[in-house]
Every structure is written in C-alpha cells, then in structure tokens.
C-alpha cells in the first residue's frame, strides 16, 4: 500500500529520469488539457506528502494520487506494459521511455499556484518528510481537524493534520508511543500528539531508502515491524497474540498488542465505541 513514504521514494526515482525531459505525449482522461503539456519539459518532481506532483515549464504540474492500489510503471518505449489498458490512468511519453500510472485514485493537471495555494489553505498539512517538523503546530492541527472524542488513529492518518502517514505507519506508531488503539484526542495532552507525529516524522525518513518498509530495527529477523499485518502472532516485545480490527471514521484494519498498548484507564475490548469492558 503506497504510503508516503512510498511517493517520496517514487519522486527520487522519477525526478533524475525525468529532470528536463520533453514530453513527447501525454495521455490522460482530459486530453485537453494533457494536449497544453506535450512539447513542455519536465522542470520539477515532488513529493507532497501522498501527492506526486511532475511540474511542467509552462505552469502546468501533472498530480496523482496512488489510493490504495495504484502504482508507477517505466518502460523503454513501445515495450509491452505489465498491465491492460482498462487500468491506465496516465502515460508521460519522453524521447526513449514510457511512465505508466495505473489504478490511481486522482490523476489531474494543476496550475502550480493552485498547488500552492491548497497547501496555504491546509487542505494538506506540512509533509513530515519534507518539511522541518513543529510538534507543538502539529499538535494544534490535529485540534483543529480531529474532534475530541474521535481517535488518535484518525489524527494521525488525517493527511490535513499533516502529510505522510497512512494506515501501516498508524498502527505501528500506536504500539511504539504505547496508545491503545480506542485512545481518543481528548485524553492525550499536546505534547503527547507532537511525539507521536515526530515518531512519524522519524520512521518515515528512515525509511527513504530501498527496500521493505521497518519500524523495527532490532538485530534479528523476528520481523521488520512490530504490530502490522500480525494478527495471532505474538507481540515480539511480550509474546501476548496482536489483535486486529476495522475502526475509526474510515473502518480501517488496526492492528495492537493489548498488553502492551493497555489503555490508559483500563484496557477496552471494544476501540470502536471505546466503551470500557
Ligand atoms: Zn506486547
């Protein structure tokens, strides 16, 4: 699942391939407007948090949104592609290569100002790659966009809070700052949510290199992270089984060690209502 670290990692590949390159062809939904960027070169590749942004010379910048399932492809021009054409969204065509994107969830071209803009706006936070990490701002905008009595887990996937984190970082950074997955905003201080989004900050900035993705840099091969995708198995810090379940405003999988990550008033059976069992 592209996190974002992920298109941090896709943008450092794509920036030195693509870095005043010509676009040849552009070929996407609204042909109108792909039309205005064949001819343009290629001045810009970023990373917002899970935003790909290609910038063009006259003003234009190509944005996508991966979702859940999509992915960036090359190829050397006219090979055939890994998969059908039904799941296209966009191909950027240079002089000798080909950059597929399939099954993204929004492919678009922005004016670069109103790329800006959004961002000025905040309908995305700073990007905790990117960006210098506030804790105390970020512990104001998690205030600001999550309510009281919703969960921790949704503040940290909630990319106007701040860009970057998506739902495998979520559960594990729950079971590195020890929160319970039910914990509401309302029982942790300011403090405590500008550490969890500077262990966020942290993990995914180690984790700009190759590779598979870790949250846990223990000397041994127990595991590369410590809580996701481990339901039954045992806690590599305790041994009690993970538990796993769908909550908060988007239902989705969590994943925790209920010893370990005990509530802090006492350990709830339930993290959906967070009523006390
Ligand atoms: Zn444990």
């Not at 943008?11 to 064949?38: E, G, S, W």
């Amino acid at each position: 699942m592209p996190e974002g670290d992920t298109i941090h990692k896709i943008a450092n590949f794509l920036a030195p391939c693509l870095d005043q390159q010509t676009v040849v062809d552009l070929r996407l939904a609204d042909t109108t407007t792909a039309r205005k960027c064949i001819g343009r070169c290629v001045r810009d590749v970023s990373a917002r948090g899970k935003h790909l942004f290609i910038e063009f010379d006259n003003g234009l910048a190509l944005r996508s949104h991966l979702g859940m399932h999509g992915s960036w492809h090359r190829y050397p021009a006219g090979s055939d592609w890994q998969r059908p054409l039904t799941q296209l969204s966009v191909a950027l065509v240079t002089d000798g290569w080909e950059y597929v994107c399939f099954n993204a969830r929004e492919v678009e071209i922005v004016r670069i100002p109103s790329v800006r803009e959004r961002i000025v706006h905040g309908r995305l936070g700073p990007d905790l790659i990117a960006d210098r990490v506030d804790p105390q701002m970020l512990a104001r905008r998690a205030r600001e966009f999550v309510e009281a009595d919703e969960l921790l887990a949704d503040a940290l996937l909630d990319q106007r809070v701040a860009c970057g984190i998506g739902n495998v970082y979520k559960s594990e950074i729950l079971f590195i700052e020890r929160y319970a997955p039910g914990t509401r905003m309302a029982e942790l201080t300011n403090a405590d949510l500008g550490r969890c989004f500077a262990t966020a900050a942290g993990l995914l900035r180690r984790n700009l290199g190759g590779g598979r993705r870790v949250t846990r840099f223990e000397a041994d091969d127990a595991g590369s992270l410590w809580v996701y995708g481990r339901t039954d198995l045992p806690c590599l810090q305790c041994d009690t089984p993970i538990k796993s379940q769908r909550l908060g405003r988007h239902h989705r999988g969590t994943y925790w060690c209920p010893s370990c990550q005990a509530s802090p008033i006492e350990a709830s059976d339930d993290p959906n209502t967070g009523r006390h069992t």
